[in-house]
């Protein structure tokens, strides 16, 4: 299953290494990836494939939140085929 993870926050050490170690953690497989900083603000758009089927999208989902408060960033993931209606024109 394919979902889209968005990562924004004050720019910071670390945001992208503590980020993809909890994907990598769970056998979550990074398939595109897009960031920037604009001014102070970091932000990330992830494609990702979720390859196990011993781990939930929801404890993922949980540990990113988890993550993102403890380091003050804003994680939200969604179902590629959710964020593509969503999106849709």
């Known amino acids: 299953m394919k979902a889209v993870v968005t990562v924004i ?8 290494a503590k980020v993809s170690n909890i994907l990598f953690k769970n056998e979550v497989n990074i398939l595109d990836i897009s960031q920037t900083i604009m ?3 970091f932000t990330m758009i992830m494609l990702v494939n979720f390859e196990s089927e011993s781990i939930t999208l929801k404890q993922v989902i949980d540990e990113l ?4 408060r403890d ?3 804003s994680i939200h993931v969604q179902r590629e085929e959710i964020f593509t209606s969503m ?3």
């Open 65 to 68: 939140e988890e993550a993102g």
């Open 39 to 41: 001014q102070d603000m």
């Open 9 to 16: 926050g004050k720019d910071q050490k670390g945001i992208i």
């Open 71 to 73: 380091i003050g960033l």
């Open 87 to 89: 999106h849709r024109i």
